[in-house]
T-cell receptor, first 116, second 114 residues
């Protein structure tokens, strides 16, 4: 079964500190993409970072990095130097190739609270 | 206008009403999507269109009817909805299918069915 699991319903982090949001996935497809999205209270889903299953290096985008451990099927998001504006829901998602590349499977999300 | 826009942003309707949600993307993408986001549930894919043809239909009740007249516009026609259909409806687009193409989302329509 293809599935995304985010085990942390909520996380707190102090401003300026780093935080790791966990994500594990399950698929038998050797080719897939992994994504993280941020959803502020306004509702819009904002793309943060992408990791391909064949990528050798971990993806980084500014303060976001993806800790990709393929053997463990984990794709944790690391946010460095947290800011108050980082408070939001964060969704991990996977897009396997064997669904035609159109079906993205989302996790249940983690709500991040950044404390001043 | 830039990105993906959705109208209306909020909608309240009775169970006997007929309404439509509109989505427009200004990114030159070929694929468009409708998602439903209910409280405490993961995002559910409803429909996918690629080059104006439906490529995914995830067992959605017939009271939801999509329409994609061109690659920039996507509609979701609603009729005789149920209270459990109350949710945030998100539209998204991507360059095409494939594992590498991220989706760009609109701000959503918050739907309440009375």
């Amino acid at each position: 079964a293809q599935k995304i699991t985010q085990t942390q319903p909520g996380m707190f982090v102090q401003e300026k500190e780093a935080v790791t949001l966990d994500c594990t996935y399950d698929t038998s497809d050797p080719s897939y993409g992994l994504f993280w999205y941020k959803q502020p209270s306004s509702g819009e889903m904002i793309f943060l970072i992408y990791q391909g299953s064949y990528d050798q290096q971990n993806a980084t985008e500014g303060r976001y990095s993806l800790n990709f451990q393929k053997a463990r099927k984990s794709a944790n998001l690391v946010i460095s130097a947290s800011q108050l504006g980082d408070s939001a829901m964060y969704f991990c998602a996977m897009r396997p190739r064997d669904t035609g590349g159109f079906k993205t499977i989302f996790g249940a999300g983690t709500r991040l609270f950044v404390k001043a | 206008e830039t990105g993906v826009t959705q109208t209306p942003r909020h909608l309240v309707m009775g169970m006997t009403n007929k309404k439509s949600l509109k989505c427009e993307q200004h990114l030159g993408h070929n694929a468009m999507y409708w998602y439903k986001q209910s409280a405490k549930k993961p995002l559910e894919l409803m429909f996918v269109y690629s080059l104006e043809e439906r490529v995914e239909n995830n067992s959605v009740p017939s009271r939801f009817s999509p329409e994609c007249p061109n690659s920039s516009h996507l509609f979701l026609h609603l009729h005789t909805l149920q209270p459990e259909d109350s949710a945030l409806y998100l539209c998204a687009s991507s360059q095409e299918g494939g594992v590498v193409n991220e989706q760009f989302f609109g701000p959503g329509t918050r739907l309440t069915v009375l």
